[in-house]
């Protein structure tokens, strides 16, 4: 399968705890993103990476969450000291010379 | 700032009819791109169409076509012969250079056998 793939797909835990998603993005795709969406919700932008360069972050990526691109392929997302209102979808995207942007199956978080 | 308003929260066809789905949007952006994404229940979100805005041809992808009003900023969604697999929620989409897509709220769109 050459798609999007993010693991987990799920992910329960408790508050106050630390999880990391990680996203692997089509093989040529330089650009990555990282979305989440809440039920009922569009997905809403958190950050973007063109290769290992973490280009944008949205004011919704607060000081507990962080995000590494090391080596320009895989990307993490990680989220300290979770919290109720973090449970949500966690969506990655990637795009490459195009403008199309290619979606993983995302992370559900729930956090308890 | 970009904004993206789809009006319709929910939607419903019958089986082999024809449904459009609204969308307008505001960009100050000259060179923009505009999508559609179909995000099923529990599935994948997948593109299902794409319009430049330079473009003044309408998109069309087999059953599906819009109607890319730009000086309205208007960008509809019209599925043909609806069919049971079309059911999702939809999401209209806005992208101006590399910047991150911008999201309306989407449309769930029910088809009735």
């Known amino acids: 399968d050459t798609g999007v793939s993010q693991n987990p797909r799920h992910k329960i835990t408790k508050r106050g705890q630390n999880v990391t998603f990680r996203c692997d993005p089509i093989s040529e795709h330089n650009r990555l993103y990282w979305y989440r969406q809440t039920l009922g919700q569009g997905p809403e932008f958190l950050t973007y990476?063109?290769?290992?360069?973490?280009?944008?972050k949205s004011r919704l990526l607060s000081d507990r969450f962080s995000a590494e691109r090391p080596k320009g392929s895989f990307s993490t997302l990680e989220i300290q000291r979770t919290e109720q209102g973090d449970s949500a979808m966690y969506l990655c995207a990637s795009s490459g010379r195009m403008n199309e942007q290619f979606f993983g199956p995302g992370t559900r978080l729930t956090v308890l | 700032a970009q904004t993206v308003t789809q009006s319709q929260p929910e939607m419903s066809v019958q089986e082999a009819e024809t449904v459009t789905l609204s969308c307008t949007y505001d960009?100050?952006?000259?060179?923009?791109?505009l999508f559609w994404y179909k995000q099923p229940p529990s599935r994948q979100m997948i593109l299902v169409i794409r319009q430049e805005a330079y473009k003044q041809q309408n998109a069309t992808e087999n059953r599906f076509s819009v109607n890319f009003q730009k000086a309205a900023k208007s960008f509809s969604l019209k599925i043909s012969d609806s069919q049971l697999g079309d059911a999702a929620m939809y999401f209209c989409?806005?992208?101006?250079?590399?910047?991150?897509?911008?999201f309306g709220k989407g449309t769930r769109l029910s088809v009735i056998a």
């Open positions: 989409v806005l992208r101006s250079g590399n910047t991150p897509l911008v």
């Open positions: 960009t100050s952006e000259s060179d923009y791109y």
């Open positions: 990476f063109q290769n290992e360069a973490q280009l944008e």
